[in-house]
């Protein structure tokens, strides 16, 4: 019997905050009006999406005409590569640096770009999943264009040194972008300190609506189009402002931002909680470094059990959780971020990811250390692949 019900799946995605949809409504439906329009209700839109820019600017530590928005973090991803060696081909800059373990529109785009002619280096990352900014170094060559490393990993939340790695690609005069969907809300970002010239986000993995994102491009730096047409965006942009997703990713953005303090002193100690108390279970090991993490993921791998069973059967039990991540679920390819840190095939489909939200209580915490174990028995009671924990 169902007791109770936590939604732990805050890396797939958010729900949209009251606040956020209030700010949000009225762009649906009185102030519906064309951003270009020079009539009352599209001025009125021009000016939400201008002080947008300069809110969204000022969370980032930017200028507002450093701000594009786009449809989300995978089409940031792609303009920031796309459209960063498409602008420096004429230099004859072919290279790319980029790790084994970013997300897949990280990936997959700089796998199209090889395709096209361009040279890709995957770095390789840590047993605990983190990049060493030495390895980047090293792999820069005369022709490198960019750089490409995420914030924070979004299976296994790994911090990386972002500001580092962002210094050295300065002294060598390479192109620093990150994904940092998943560092907003939990840990600080300051696009001019930490050394970034493209940083992508998401707005619905911080409780703003599914279909918006940013794109920051540092002043000075020229970055090809992706999506042509209309002079949208300062021309880089093309297409009808989506008013009412950008003034919701404004609003969640400062949220977000203000809260970050107190989201990890709150959520810190229900993590290690989580993780003691799940490395409990026979046959676990946590993925990830321990320390180095965000507040809110826990990912461990459970032998003897297959990944997505689980799932299943803690959803029948009013739990959400993933297993690897959400866009690679459905395939039977093992994650490639448990592979990269040397998960054996076995492993990396055992695992279990559990993100949890602000909200998240004690109550919370003692349902799933209650229901974790109970479906892990009796998984393994039906599984031939376990053996009572002697390998
Ligand atoms: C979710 C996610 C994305 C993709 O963002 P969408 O807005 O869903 O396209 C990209 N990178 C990371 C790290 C993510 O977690």
Redesign the pocket.
């Known amino acids: 019997m169902q007791t109770h019900s936590v939604y732990a799946d805050y890396?797939a995605t958010t729900p949209v905050s009251q606040e956020v949809l209030q700010a949000m409504l009225p762009y649906f439906t009185e102030s519906f009006g064309n951003a270009s329009s020079i009539y009352q209700i599209g001025r009125k839109n021009e000016a939400a999406i201008l002080n947008a820019r300069a809110n969204i600017a000022q969370c980032l530590g930017a200028d507002p005409k450093e701000i594009y928005f786009t449809s989300?973090?995978?089409?940031s991803?792609n303009w920031a590569i796309k459209g960063a060696v498409d602008a420096l081909k004429m230099q004859r800059k072919r290279h790319i640096i980029t790790t084994a373990f970013e997300?897949h529109?990280v990936l997959n785009t700089c796998q199209f770009l090889e395709n096209h002619g361009f040279e890709v280096t995957y770095l390789p990352v840590s047993s605990n999943g983190m990049v060493n900014p030495q390895d980047v170094e090293k792999a820069i060559r005369s022709d490198t264009a960019i750089v490409s490393v995420?914030c924070v990993n979004?299976e296994i939340g790994t911090i990386q040194p972002i500001s580092q790695i962002g210094e050295i690609c300065h002294e060598h005069s390479v192109l620093f972008h990150t994904?940092a969907?998943?560092a907003i809300g939990n840990i600080e970002i300051d696009v001019k300190q930490q050394n970034i010239d493209m940083l992508?986000i998401?707005g619905?993995?911080f409780h703003a609506p599914?279909g918006i994102?940013v794109l920051y491009v540092r002043n000075g730096i020229n970055i090809s189009n992706l999506i042509h047409g209309g002079g949208q965006e300062m021309g880089k942009r093309a297409g009808t402002e989506n008013t009412a997703g950008i003034v919701g990713i404004s609003k969640a953005l400062e949220i977000a931002v203000s809260h970050i303090a107190e989201k990890n002193e709150r959520l810190t100690p229900f993590r290690n909680r989580l993780i003691e108390g799940l490395l409990q279970i026979k046959g676990t090991r946590l993925n990830g470094d321990r320390i180095q993490r965000v507040c809110n993921n826990v990912n461990i791998s459970i032998e003897g059990i297959e990944g997505e069973s689980l799932i299943l059967l803690l959803d029948m039990q009013g739990i959400q959780a993933s297993s690897g991540s959400a866009c690679s679920a459905g395939s039977l390819e093992p994650s490639h971020v448990l592979t990269a840190i040397g998960l054996e095939r076995e492993s990396a489909h055992s695992s279990l990811r559990l993100t949890f939200g602000e909200n998240f209580n004690e109550t919370d915490l003692q349902y799933i250390l209650k229901v974790v174990p109970e479906c892990v028995e009796k998984l393994r009671n039906i599984s031939p692949l376990w053996k009572g924990g002697q390998k």
């Open positions: 890396s989300g973090g995978s089409e991803d997300h529109a995420m979004n994904d969907v998943q992508s998401s619905h993995k599914k994102g």
